[in-house]
Structures are given as structure tokens and as C-alpha cells.
């Protein structure tokens, strides 16, 4: 072993180990800062304007030509299992009632690690918990992924299995006492295919998402722990996967991202997605999805409302953290689409982890949709806003 990989393998350790505790005091910081300006039960119009982080810039330049559309065969195991994680996530909602609830499958980690599948009701978080909806989450570990080239992941706890004959999808889980989920996802309409480079660990590493199913119709039965049934004919469905070598840090990778899915009247989809890289900058795509075809850009800038809304407590617990009244996503000068939309805020809520604080905040394009403004920033991000904002520094 020569010196320099000694070096590098040290440091790499040394990584590890001091990672959890800076991540600890960041929590402290955290607390100290935002305790003196929020009150989990009076919520102020306006947020405080250390609460309010946009990107630094945007990435118009040149097209990204490698983003395409994607295809069943893109949802299966990704890069050979070498990747350090992949999930399997998808989205349901009831254009009804406006309940939203993910199921997922989770790989983190070497091959050969158990894997997590479980569920996330976001309705039953948004103002009070219902526990006659059962649990709002549960988990349950299962087997280990293999790379067995089908579209879809498979463990003991189930899966999702691509139906080449009818293009259908089936989502089947049996995880008892967890939740339990035997659904199908007929007539799907793609979304595209991404990876974006040196989005990872510092001199390197990547981060790649595949939609195949940008939305679809739904039938079947979902049951949640401690819940009845669910009966989900008529919902629409949203299946991805989201695949690299980033561990999320929050100190050395990026500065937040937008993830933001929105369910069309006409059985449509409007989604846009992007990363805030460590220097400020947000680089991500726009799908347009209709029944007619699916249309992208791949670069799009984006303007905030001037008003910020703090977020609501989570079962009691505040939440340091802000989310603009609307976001108005427009596509880069030199892309071949041209297009925009505009996402408006139906209600602030957000879950604060300490670490990395994000939303899954309702929110609609148009009357008739809905969809989840999934807005997250990582903590070292919002103290540095804090800080400036009290002019304790100047960057």
C-alpha cells in the first residue's frame, strides 16, 4: 500500500467516525438557533428571513442530451448492485379525497445487506394523526436484492413486478403485522431517465432517477397497520427508482433538492426534480406527461413567491423550517421545449430531521390536481442563513 492510499484510507475513517458527531452538534446548533424565533403553535404569516433559501444560481447551459424517456427495463437493479443505495418508491393518490400514501423498498449499502420495504401515509401527518387510518408509517426489514435483470425488485416482503402482456405493474407486499398491498398499475405513462454526475462524494460520485411510470390508474387493496383496508380503485400511481453513491451528507455534497410530482385533472403529470449542489447551484429537468405523449427540458430555472410560509408542527413538534407560497419552474433558453409551470402551496408541512429537513407538502398546478412540493435543504445550509440573516457573518 503506498502513502498516498495510507492517506487516503485514513481519512476515509477518520470520515466515518467524525461524521455522527459533527451531524450531532449540527442538531445542537440548530435548536439553540431556531429556538429563540419559532413557537410550535404560533405560526406567523411571513417566515423569518433566515428561513428562506434559494439556489445560488442556475444551471441553463447546454442541454443535457444523455436524458431520454424511460422504459420498464430501467427500474430494475441499477449499475450491478454497485451503487452504495437504490429505493423503489411509489405514490398513490385518491383525486377523491386527496390521500396520499408511498410504499417502498430500500437498499443500502454492500450486496447482501437485508433490504426495508414499508408505506408513508403523508394525509394521516398533515394536521392531526388518525389512528383510525392505522399507523401513518411502518417498516420491516426483508431479504437482499438480486440482480436477476427483470424490471422491479423482489424480496421476501414482496415487490413490484412489471406485466409485459397487458403493460401493467403488479405491487404486492405481505409484511405482517406491518401493512399488507395488492395493487395494479394499468395503462402507465414514462416519465424520463437521469443520472447527474459528481452529485455524490467530493471528487466524484453520481445520483440517477427513472420514471417509467410517471402516473397510471390504480386498483386494488392497501392495508395499513392497525387500519382496515383501503380500498384504492380509482387512484393514480406514480413509480420510480432513484439510484447512486451519495450518502446525503449534509456537510460535504449538497444544499438541498426539489422533488415535486403533481397529479394532472386529465391524467397528466407535472414534475419537476433537481439538485442543489454544495456550491448553490440547481440543476434539474421538467416533464410535461399527458395522455397524448410526454415532453422534458432538461436545465429549468426557478422563481419563488416573495412569501414564505413557515411550516406547521408535526404531532406537536416545530418545524425549522419554511416553504414558498408558489414556485414558478421555467425551461432553459437553449432547450428545444419550451414550457413553464407553476406549483402553488396548499399547506406548509415539512418534517425536520435536524440533519436535513424536507417537505411533502400538499400542493396543486391547477384546479382538479394535487401532488406532494417535496422541498428539502440540509441543516448547515439553513444555519449559515440563520447566521447571515442576524448578521453574525457575511459570506
Not at 417566515?47 to 433559501?53: H, L, V
Not at 447527474?196 to 410517471?214: D, I, K, M, R
Not at 416533464?287 to 422534458?296: A, K, L, S
Amino acid at each position: 500500500m503506498t502513502r498516498g492510499t495510507m492517506n487516503r484510507t485514513a481519512s476515509s475513517r477518520i470520515t466515518r467516525v467524525l461524521r455522527p458527531m459533527i451531524h450531532a452538534l449540527l442538531l445542537v446548533v440548530t435548536l439553540a438557533l431556531f429556538t429563540t424565533t419559532a413557537n410550535a403553535w404560533a405560526i406567523p404569516p411571513q417566515a423569518p428571513k433566515g428561513w428562506i433559501i434559494e439556489p445560488k444560481g442556475y444551471d441553463i447551459g447546454a442541454p443535457d442530451p444523455s436524458i431520454r424517456l424511460a422504459t420498464p427495463t430501467d427500474i430494475g437493479v441499477r449499475d450491478g448492485l454497485s451503487s452504495l443505495h437504490q429505493l423503489w418508491f411509489a405514490q398513490f393518490f385518491n383525486p377523491k379525497n386527496r390521500r396520499y400514501i408511498f410504499l417502498f423498498t430500500v437498499r443500502i449499502g454492500p450486496p447482501g445487506l437485508p433490504t426495508i420495504s414499508g408505506y408513508f401515509d403523508a394525509s394521516n401527518t398533515d394536521t392531526a394523526l388518525n389512528l383510525d387510518h392505522g399507523l401513518p408509517i411502518a417498516a420491516w426489514p426483508g431479504t437482499p436484492v438480486r440482480d436477476d435483470g427483470k424490471p422491479g425488485v423482489r424480496t421476501s416482503l414482496g415487490g413490484f413486478n412489471y406485466i409485459p402482456r397487458s403493460n401493467s405493474w403488479k405491487v404486492n407486499f405481505s409484511v405482517s403485522p406491518a401493512f399488507s398491498a395488492n395493487l395494479t398499475l394499468s395503462k402507465p405513462l414514462p416519465g424520463i431517465d437521469q443520472v447527474w454526475p459528481n452529485a455524490g462524494l467530493p471528487g466524484g460520485g453520481y445520483l440517477g432517477w427513472s420514471t417509467p411510470v410517471e402516473t397510471s390508474n390504480v386498483t386494488g387493496t392497501f392495508t395499513p397497520a392497525g387500519g382496515a383496508p383501503v380500498n384504492m380503485d380509482g387512484w393514480r400511481g406514480l413509480f420510480y427508482t432513484q439510484w447512486g453513491n451519495t450518502t446525503f451528507g449534509a456537510l460535504d455534497e449538497w444544499q438541498g433538492w426539489h422533488w415535486t410530482p403533481i397529479f394532472e385533472p386529465d391524467d397528466g403529470m407535472t414534475h419537476f426534480a433537481g439538485i442543489i449542489r454544495a456550491n448553490g447551484v440547481y440543476d434539474g429537468p421538467l416533464v410535461d406527461v399527458r395522455p397524448t405523449g410526454t415532453r422534458f427540458c432538461t436545465k429549468n430555472s426557478l422563481e419563488y413567491s416573495p412569501r414564505w410560509r413557515p411550516t406547521l408542527p408535526l404531532l406537536g413538534l416545530p418545524q425549522f423550517m419554511a416553504l414558498p407560497e408558489w414556485i414558478k419552474v421555467k425551461c432553459g433558453p437553449r432547450e428545444e421545449v419550451q414550457m413553464e409551470r407553476t406549483v402553488y402551496l396548499d399547506m406548509p408541512t415539512s418534517f425536520d430531521a435536524y440533519v436535513w429537513a424536507f417537505s411533502e407538502a400538499p400542493s396543486h398546478t391547477v384546479p382538479g390536481s394535487f401532488g406532494g412540493m417535496e422541498f428539502g435543504r440540509s441543516t448547515l445550509t439553513r444555519i449559515i442563513s440563520e447566521l447571515k440573516a442576524r448578521g453574525l457573518i457575511r459570506m
